[in-house]
């Protein structure tokens, strides 16, 4: 009887004897898009971004601005002036005037030059006592009447400001009523002269025994 023969059949062995060469190609890692870093390009986007509130917060900034004052240049008020030495009027005028027309520098020096003459005359000295200005207008209760210490220009300016703030509350039939009042403090030196001048009556009493 013949021999037989037997041939194995194995697979091949893989990965010792012939290692697979490794390409170049096969060394580069390819990331996945959503680990790609943002651009710069996008950080200023965004930056910009941010800003658009701002710019809508000015708006509305610009929305709520006041509303433009009212115009009372044209407006017009009655100023009553009465300047007064002892029981005497010296000046008793009155004015209608605008806002802040009145010059009360100018009305002080008329007054001195009136009571100069009027002390001339009358052969007296004269003293300055007090000045005031009241405020009052149509539906205003007298209690409420504004009341100002006018001494100097600087007082009267206070009283303007009264006067602005009736306008601007729309007040009618504004009126300013301005009172100085002066003292008469003696007479002249002629008036003494003319005093010691005079006959005195000679009195003579009989007395009875």
Known sequence: MPNLTYRKHGRKATGKENPPVMSTSSKRVIVPKKHVPQPPANKKSASKAKHVPEVEDAEDVNDSEPEPVMDISNQTYSLH????VGDTVIVGDTDFLTHEEFDYRQFETYNIRKLNDAAEKGKFTFEYVSGTATIM????????????AVEDNHGWKKVEKGIERYMLASKKDIIVKLAVLYSKTGVSDTDSSDDEKRPTKKVVEFVCC
């Open 81 to 84: 002036k009465s300047v007064v």
């Open 137 to 148: 207008a149509k539906g205003v209760r007298i209690c409420d009447n504004i009341i100002i």
